[in-house]
T-cell receptor
Framework: EAGVAQSPRYKIIEKRQSVAFWCNPI?????LYWYQQILGQGPKLLIQ????????DSQLPKDRFSAERLKGVDSTLKIQPAKLEDSAVYLC????????????FGPGTRLTVT | AQTVTQSQPEMSVQEAETVTLSCTYD???????LFWYKQPPSRQMILVIR??????QNATENRFSVNFQKAAKSFSLKISDSQLGDTAMYFC???????????FGKGTKLSVIP
């Protein structure tokens, strides 16, 4: 079974530029999560999707971050414009059934904003 | 809001020895789930072990076991017969029943020394 795929693995941009990350969850997994992991901290949930609907985006900075999950499969997370404090690893995770409480994580995208 | 605290930023252990990682949490909920995740240097987060709060028996997965003290809100991870491949960041995480979202601690960096 293929795992959660993310791309790109690394991205360096200047502040005020835009960037997008892509996630392909495990086949059949209805729930998808985006996390932000700042260096030295644990992951922090940004947004949770159930199929193509948003369950919770209360911690997503909506003035600059957006996310979508068209067709309930792949998802993209966008930052526009980026700030220095957005430098972090962005992790995508998926779950077959959220009631199992088991999430499978992708390798992450390391973003550096200069 | 729930909080998860890991008070040991870094630990080391000799190969084949036993090590215990500490985690405390704060919640007003009675039913919830606790997790230990492992994040090797490649950054892919892997679930190590899970504990349901309503179960009094401590969870065990091969060399990994937990000491769950509900009244003390403590959830420690014991790794027996440590192996070089256990070198990683270890994150304690909490999920309230029905929330399907994870709140992570800041992590403990474990180094296994040959």
């Amino acid at each position: 079974e293929a795992g959660v795929a993310q791309s790109p693995r690394y991205k360096i941009i200047e502040k005020r530029q835009s960037v997008a990350f892509w996630c392909n969850p495990i086949s059949g997994h209805a729930t998808l999560y985006w996390y932000q992991q700042i260096l030295g901290q644990g992951p922090k949930l940004l947004i949770q999707f159930q199929n193509n609907g948003v369950v919770d985006d209360s911690q997503l900075p909506k003035d600059r971050f957006s996310a979508e999950r068209l067709k309930g499969v792949d998802s993209t997370l966008k930052i526009q414009p980026a700030k220095l404090e957005d430098s972090a690893v962005y992790l995508c995770a998926s779950s077959l059934d959220p009631q199992t409480y088991e999430q499978y994580f992708g390798p992450g995208t390391r973003l550096t904003v200069t | 809001a729930q909080t998860v605290t890991q008070s040991q930023p870094e630990m080391s252990v000799q190969e084949a020895e036993t090590v215990t990682l500490s985690c405390t949490y704060d919640t007003s909920e009675n039913n919830y789930y606790l997790f230990w995740y492992k994040q090797p240097p490649s950054r892919q987060m892997i679930l190590v072990i899970r504990q349901e709060a309503y179960k009094q028996q401590n969870a065990t997965e091969n060399r990994f076991s937990v000491n769950f003290q509900k009244a003390a809100k403590s959830f420690s991870l014991k790794i027996s017969d440590s192996q070089l491949g256990d070198t990683a960041m270890y994150f304690c995480a909490f999920s309230g029943a029905g929330s399907y979202q994870l709140t992570f601690g800041k992590g403990t960096k474990l180094s296994v020394i040959p």
